[in-house]
Nanobody
Framework: QLRLVESGGGLVQPGGSLRLSCAASGFGLNTSAVGWFRQAPGKEREAASCISSGGQTITYLGSVKGRFTISRDNTKNTVYLQMNSLKPEDTAVYYC?????????????????????WGQGTQVTVSS
């Protein structure tokens, strides 16, 4: 069974940090672009950060640039999102998604294009 499983979400105070993990089972992530998307209540889903299959190309949403860092360990079949200096506006369900069609198809348009696998999501709440 092909699955993406997110973990690492939770409740954190403003200014705090969390590290999200996206682990794949049933298939290898090493040939897939992976993105971390987030959706807050009443808002559109947006791509927070994306990374190409080899890690050479990385994108960040403007509002998270300098605070979030995406990375991947293909030996562990896992992609990470280190989130520092968290703000209340970062509160959302975070999803990871993968695509073998490249980072542009996954993150280059308003919605991911083509064949995309999604995880179930993990809640991140930033609140004092």
């Amino acid at each position: 069974q092909l699955r993406l499983v997110e973990s690492g979400g939770g409740l954190v105070q403003p200014g705090g940090s969390l590290r999200l993990s996206c682990a794949a089972s049933g298939f290898g992530l090493n040939t897939s672009a992976v993105g971390w998307f987030r959706q807050a209540p009443g808002k559109e889903r947006e791509a927070a950060s994306c990374i190409s299959s080899g890690g050479q190309t990385i994108t960040y949403l403007g509002s998270v640039k300098g605070r979030f860092t995406i990375s991947r360990d293909n030996t562990k079949n896992t992609v990470y999102l280190q989130m520092n200096s968290l703000k209340p506006e970062d509160t959302a369900v975070y999803y990871c998604a993968s695509s073998k069609e490249g980072i542009l198809r996954l993150c280059g348009t308003s919605r991911p294009q083509g064949d995309v696998y999604w995880g179930q999501g993990t809640q991140v709440t930033v609140s004092s």
